[in-house]
């Protein structure tokens, strides 16, 4: 966010909710949505023996690593926790003291009961049997419009070809998702994942895969966008809501997947 509204970055991807808080902060030249990428939280909770069984309940009393204060994944966790009547705060021990990128070692390690991973931590966590997912918070968040590509008012409005091409090459690659299989399209990505092995990616898509987590046009849809912010209200990050019809432009993304 940064970035894009220095101008040292035209098209920013990013969490939408970088756009709110800058819209409701003043800024004049605010950052505006037009592509919205992945449509559920990526990250998963991992328990330290398979519970087939899960129920969220389960994490009553129990200590889980968790993300950080006012992050996109930790505000996700408590908003679903909150959803089956568990307090975060009275009911659940959350420990958001670990690096967002040591948690799973941390696991691995003996610490807390519970973890909340993304991939490829995850699917790593099981491989080395230190621990098993047992439940997605993609799945049982809803449709959270967790990434988006932006840029600024005045940058849409002087380059509309340019947010239109790319805008048209995304959807090319929502098409190509929606028809091919899982390990088709990790074949297609490995080159970019040189660190991880050709199975590993296999597993890693397919979870993503079957729960829905990319749209199959990039439009952004005002129930995301209000969902979105449920989510940061309950949380207590939000000062004011704000308007989609302000923040979203849906032009582009309609375009392109016609």
């Known amino acids: 966010m940064t970035a894009v509204l220095s101008g ?3 098209i920013g991807f990013m969490g939408s909710e970088a756009s709110i808080y800058t819209y409701n902060e003043g800024a004049n030249d605010y950052v505006v949505n037009f592509a919205q990428l992945t449509q559920r939280a990526g990250n998963f909770l991992v328990a330290r023996e398979e519970m087939p069984d899960f129920k969220w309940e389960d994490l009553k009393g129990k200590n889980v690593l968790g993300g950080r204060k006012g992050g996109m994944p930790e505000m996700v966790f408590e908003y679903i926790l909150k959803q089956n009547n568990i307090d975060p705060q009275k ?3 959350i420990d958001q003291s670990i690096d967002f990128g040591s948690t799973a070692a941390a696991f691995s390690g003996g610490q807390g009961d519970f973890s909340v991973e993304f991939e490829p931590s995850a699917t790593a966590l099981e491989k080395e049997k230190d621990g098993y997912v047992v439940a997605s918070l993609g799945t049982d968040s809803g449709y959270v419009p967790y990434t988006a590509f932006s840029a600024k008012q005045s940058y849409i409005k002087e380059n509309p070809e340019i947010i239109q091409g790319f805008t048209n090459a995304l959807q090319k690659g929502m098409d190509f998702v929606q028809t091919h299989k899982p390990d ?5 990505i ?3 994942f040189k660190e991880t092995d050709l199975d590993t990616i296999t ?3 397919t979870r993503y ?3 829905d987590t990319w749209k199959d046009n990039l ?3 005002k129930e995301s966008f209000e969902l979105l912010q449920d989510i940061l209200e309950e949380a207590g990050e939000l000062t004011k809501r704000a308007p989609y019809e302000e923040l979203v432009n849906v032009e582009f993304a309609q375009t392109a997947s016609k």
Not at 184 to 188: H, L, Y
């Open 8 to 10: 040292s970055a035209d």
């Open 91 to 93: 009911d659940v021990k």
């Open 184 to 188: 088709e399209i990790a074949s297609v």
């Open 190 to 192: 490995e080159p970019q």
């Open 203 to 205: 597993t890693i898509v």
């Open 209 to 211: 895969y079957e729960q």
């Open 219 to 221: 439009v952004f849809e």
